[in-house]
């Protein structure tokens, strides 16, 4: 019964340097989204995966940004070239389909710094 | 477009009565649901409005009006574990993938 991991929950890169962010949803949830949340702000939508259609990319900032879904398990989000307005903590969350998506369960996220 | 409106802060007094507001204004609307987030933390459910009322779950309850695009989280007793983000968030009507739409989140601080 794990919840949702995220890897790693750390991260300090350079400036330029590309970055892979891991999540792991919960077991039989087929949805799952990606957020980006800056300190002291809201969380911003990324790119959410559902099943096996095609994902919903419009909240993916620039082309610098990408991410991939295996099957309905494990989720990579790429930064390419990462700038230091990158930084910021990135949250993965599950939900048991499109119906339940009113109900996300969240990952500890990856806080990425980029100096 | 979306936009959703909530304080940024709210500060209440230990045993008291806080209500958190949310404004909202979608193409379509399906449901207002509502997160907590303590500092580092990550965002937790609390509740979720299809229906127009009230929905009541332990100290916490949550009101929508779909005429007036308005809900508010109400928390009672309020504890000092309560000082954390509240985030409101809209699902909405659209053809193909249907993301959740957050609000910025308001900040409750509970005193002494």
């Known amino acids: 019964g794990a919840g949702v991991s995220q890897s790693p929950s750390n991260k300090v890169t350079e400036k330029g340097k590309d970055v892979e962010l891991r999540c792991d949803p919960i077991?039989?949830?087929?949805?799952l989204y990606w957020y980006r949340q800056r300190l002291g702000q809201g969380l911003e939508f990324l790119i959410y995966?559902?099943?096996?259609?095609?994902?919903?990319k419009s909240g993916l900032p620039s082309d610098r940004f990408s991410a991939e879904r295996t099957g309905e398990s494990v989720s990579t989000l790429t930064i390419q070239r990462t700038q230091q307005e990158d930084s910021a903590v990135y949250l993965c969350?599950?939900?048991?389909?499109?119906?339940?998506?009113?109900?996300?369960?969240f990952g500890p996220g990856t806080r990425l710094t980029v100096t | 477009g979306q936009s959703l409106e909530q304080p940024s802060e709210v500060t209440a007094v230990e045993g008291a009565i806080v209500q958190i507001n949310c404004t909202y204004q979608?193409?379509?609307?399906?449901?207002l649901s509502w997160y907590q987030q303590h500092d580092g933390g990550a965002p937790t459910f609390l509740s979720y409005?299809?229906?127009?009322g009230l929905e009541e779950t332990g100290r916490f309850s949550s009101f929508l009006s779909r005429s007036d695009s308005y809900g508010y989280l109400l928390l009672q007793e309020l504890q000092m574990k309560d000082s954390a983000s509240y985030f409101c968030a809209v699902r909405v009507l659209s053809t193909g993938n249907t993301p959740l739409v957050f609000g910025k989140g308001t900040r409750l601080s509970v005193i002494a």
């Open positions: 969350a599950s939900s048991l389909g499109r119906e339940g998506l009113y109900e996300q369960y």
């Open positions: 979608t193409s379509g609307f399906y449901g």
């Open positions: 995966f559902q099943g096996n259609s095609a994902p919903d």
């Open positions: 409005n299809a229906l127009d």
């Open positions: 077991s039989g949830h087929t949805a």
